[in-house]
């Protein structure tokens, strides 16, 4: 009966497997150009980093320029600025619309009249009433 060997066998040309089944140098040469690919990367992308920080740079200054330049309004409505002056003007305003006398339409004869005095007219005459038997 054959029992097996504890004892490694030894190749007859006296080489190690290992060194064959493990070229160092070709791993070696592929850690090289990672390293490399990675160097030119990073010196690649400060290159086109400063180009594109030049570029918004121009891009600002002819922004800037513009808006120096010219001071365009947008169209309305816009946002309001100091809101109390505002609003003071247009109370201002209705109150100049509800309070006063002016022609609407001087063709036709209609004219705006204060609110009081609208409601003493309806108070003297009372409101108009619907003729009988017409429906709405």
Same mark, same amino acid.
């Given at each position: ?5 504890? @004892? ?7 080489? @190690? ?10 791993? *070696?040469?592929?850690?090289? +150009? $990672?390293? *490399? ?11 086109? +980093? ?18 120096? %330049? ?12 100091? %809101? ?28 705006? $009249?204060?609110? %009081? ?14 003729? %009988?038997?017409?429906?709405?």
């Amino acid at each position: 009966m054959h029992s097996p060997s504890t @004892d490694p066998v030894k190749n007859p040309s006296g080489a @190690d497997f290992a060194d064959r089944d493990i070229p160092v140098s070709k791993i *070696l040469v592929f850690g090289f +150009y $990672i390293a *490399l690919f990675t160097a030119v990367s990073f010196v690649g992308l400060r290159f086109l +980093y400063l180009a594109l920080d030049r570029k918004a740079e121009r891009a600002d200054e002819a922004v800037a320029a513009f808006a120096r %330049e010219t001071r365009v309004l947008p169209p309305e409505p816009r946002l309001q600025v100091d %809101e109390p002056a505002t609003w003071a003007r247009e109370k201002a305003r209705q109150q100049a619309m509800i309070s006063g006398y002016e022609w609407v339409d001087a063709n036709a004869g209609v004219v705006r $009249i204060p609110v %009081e005095r609208a409601m003493e007219i309806l108070a003297e005459r009372g409101l108009p009433a619907r003729a %009988e038997g017409v429906s709405p």
